[in-house]
């Protein structure tokens, strides 16, 4: 699953509050909607997966149902958030063998545990497209230049 993360020249934290730097920067990663009140997005399924899961309680390994209970919404929209999160590999997924049931079961918690950690894979990330982006111009440039010679046009 691709992921999009708009970049923008400048980041403004809408202030000094923990909660206040968090929306800002999940909504300037795309993950939380543009638009919305402070006190609609603190009630919200993305965020309080984000915040009340994953960096509150990053130690834990969470298991879907556990995420659905907790948040108390469907498993579809728990499962529409995690991806998302996933596909941004800020997350990591395990899979271990449940005690009480035997069967193998999946848990997400974030990647190692730690944030700043986690970024650092998302960066490696954009920095592996952004090459990939690089090498299509300089390619898609050599053809231009071989099929395309400046010589002869008009100069502006």
């Keep these: ?52 899961c994953f960096i509150k309680r990053r130690n834990k390994l969470w298991e879907i149902d556990e995420l659905e209970s907790f948040l108390k919404t469907t498993r579809a929209t728990v499962y529409r958030h995690l991806n998302r999160l996933k596909s941004m590999n800020l997350l990591e997924e395990t899979s271990f063998n449940s005690e009480d049931t035997g069967y193998i079961h999946k848990g997400y918690r974030l990647r190692f545990s730690n944030l700043s950690r986690a970024w650092n894979v998302v960066e490696k990330h954009m920095t592996t497209v952004i090459e990939q982006y690089r090498k299509a111009v300089d390619s898609i440039q050599e053809r231009l230049d071989r099929e395309f010679s400046l010589e002869g046009e008009g100069r502006l």
């Design 1 to 52: 699953m691709a992921f999009r993360i708009v970049l923008n020249s400048t980041w403004e934290p809408m202030g000094d509050e923990l909660e206040n730097q968090v929306i800002s920067f999940l909504t300037r990663i795309g993950y939380l909607p543009e638009n919305r009140t402070k006190e609609a997005i603190l009630k919200s399924v993305p965020y309080r997966l984000f915040m009340d």
